[in-house]
């Protein structure tokens, strides 16, 4: 009795799915797409709100953006007023052509959304503080990026080892002077980052009792204070300062300036704590006696890494912790190294090559949402592209037009014996460790010429006319001269 009931369900439900037209497999494809459906709608959004005052910004945004690249990781750069407003990375091409298809685009429409909508963590460097105590309230863990904002007690921090920074800031003076008044010039007394440099400067200028030292600083929220002070200094201090220790890229510009219009940058040693391009071009023009290189683009490495431990709820490979005004926060303190006249040529060669390469993803990222809005709108202007183009092939000479009608003589001008080709290649490589994870990029470029005779190509084009059916000419030229303008597109005619 059993046996024909269970033979009995298995009939109905056969004849359920006949009747309905679907299938068991139907039904598996079914579950598949919709477990696809909910992947795709669960994935990771993480916030990253950088400082525009930071020389680096490029490098740092370029470590965290090669890292995303690898993982299905949607990352949401915030403006400086905490919306929405730079494109995002490390989706696949679907993903960005579905989300709207234009650059700059993951932040909210209106710009008076949540700009935190959607993201599971907030890297937090700069910009407005209200998006990171946003974050705090909403429990959304927040990773700080360089320094932690004073009333802040966000879940981590990265940052650069800034009491080593100021011990090779005061070295690279020692290396010059061992007597005379230092000047240490400070944009930003309050931050955390700013006692620790200052620590480590005055570690090492303590050995040396015939160094006096003056501190210069700013006030919060208005570094220019720091430049007038040093104004007034040095006036009524003439030919009394040796050196200057100008601990971030803003007071360094500063400082160099002051020196430059009271005509003494060829007397006064400066030296600076956060290198970049600028600060780099200053020490090989003889204008900065030395720096320190912070790596922004590690920074931007480990900040992506330890936001997805967060977001993962993983633990943090921890090696130091920063005392902040809210408690102890658990730290990732990278290493930093000196910039000397004898490492000057390649350093500089670093970071210019990188900005170069960051940009230069930046531009094609953009022309690629560019040309995929295009795209999507382009269906409506093609029918009236056929007739446009034999105007245009009429009035054209030298066998470039974009029409695609005409006859194939018309692609190759009068005279021409041969056609050249240039085919260019680029070559991404990638540095990775031990572990596989990608810690920088860089590409080159192979450009080579080669030469087709003229003829061939026009036989090649004669024989796809050929091959046409008769009464179809008029289709079979269009075919052709289409073929033709794309060949000649693609070999840079």
């Known amino acids: 009795m059993l046996k024909r009931t269970t033979h009995l369900s298995i009939m109905l439900l056969c004849l359920s799915l006949t009747i309905s037209g679907c299938s068991l497999q139907d039904l598996l494809g079914n579950k598949k797409k919709s477990t696809a459906q909910d992947s795709q709608k669960q ?70 959304d949540d700009p935190l909508q959607g993201a599971k963590v907030l890297v937090f460097q700069g910009g407005n503080p209200e998006v990171m105590q946003s974050a705090l309230s909403k429990k959304v863990p927040v990773l700080a990026l360089g320094q932690v904002q004073p009333g802040s007690k966000p879940a981590a921090v990265i940052l650069p080892n800034q009491e080593k920074v100021g011990e090779l800031m005061a070295q690279a003076l020692i290396n010059k002077i061992q007597e005379g008044q230092a000047i240490i010039l400070q944009g930003k007394p309050n931050e955390n980052g700013t006692q620790e440099r200052l620590a480590g400067m005055r570690q090492v200028l303590g050995k040396y009792p015939k160094i006096s030292v003056q501190v210069i600083a700013g006030q919060p929220g208005s570094e220019t204070l720091a430049k007038q002070a040093l104004v007034e200094y040095i006036r009524k201090n003439p030919d009394k300062v040796q050196a200057i220790l100008a601990d971030s890229e803003t007071t360094a510009a500063q400082a160099a300036e002051v020196l430059r219009q009271t005509g003494l940058d060829k007397k006064v040693l400066l030296v600076g704590g956060q290198a970049n391009v600028l600060s780099l071009q200053r020490m090989a ?32 490979d921890v090696n130091d912790s920063v005392t902040s005004d809210q408690g102890e926060i658990p730290a990732k303190v990278l290493p930093v190294k000196a910039v000397t006249p004898e490492n000057l040529a390649i350093t500089q060669k670093s970071y210019t090559k990188a900005i170069s390469m960051a940009e230069q993803a930046q531009k094609s990222q953009a022309q690629e949402s560019a040309a995929g809005a295009k795209s999507s709108g382009s269906g409506k202007d093609s029918k009236d592209s056929g007739s446009s183009g034999s105007s245009q092939d009429k009035s054209g000479s030298s066998g470039s037009s974009n029409s695609p009608s005409g006859a194939s003589s018309a692609r190759i001008p009068q005279g021409a014996n041969k056609v050249t080709e240039h085919v260019k290649t ?12 990608v810690l920088g990029t860089e590409q080159s470029a192979n450009e080579q010429v ?40 693609g070999k840079g005619k």
Do not use: H
Not at 60 to 82: C, E, F, R, T, W
Not at 461 to 478: C, F, I, R, V
């Open 43 to 112: 994935k990771s959004v993480i916030a990253v709100a950088l400082d525009d005052n930071d020389p680096n910004k490029v490098l740092i945004k370029k470590g965290i953006d090669d890292m995303a690249s690898k993982d299905n990781v949607q990352i949401k750069y915030l403006s400086p007023s905490g919306t929405g407003g730079q494109q995002a990375q490390g989706q696949s091409s679907q993903d960005q052509k579905s989300s709207s298809g234009q650059t700059g685009s993951s932040g909210s429409k209106g710009g008076g």
């Open 285 to 316: 023009g003889g204008n900065q006696s030395g720096d320190v290189d912070v790596a922004p683009y590690l920074q931007g490495v480990n900040a992506y890494q330890w936001a997805q431990k967060l977001l993962k709820k993983e633990p943090l």
């Open 426 to 437: 680029t070559i991404t490589r990638e540095y990775l460790d031990d572990k596989g994870t």
């Open 450 to 489: 080669r030469t087709v005779p003229a003829d061939v190509i026009k036989k090649e084009l004669e024989q796809q006319q050929q091959k046409q059916p008769a009464g179809q000419s008029g289709k079979a030229d269009q075919k052709s001269g289409e073929k033709s303008d794309g060949g000649d597109q």
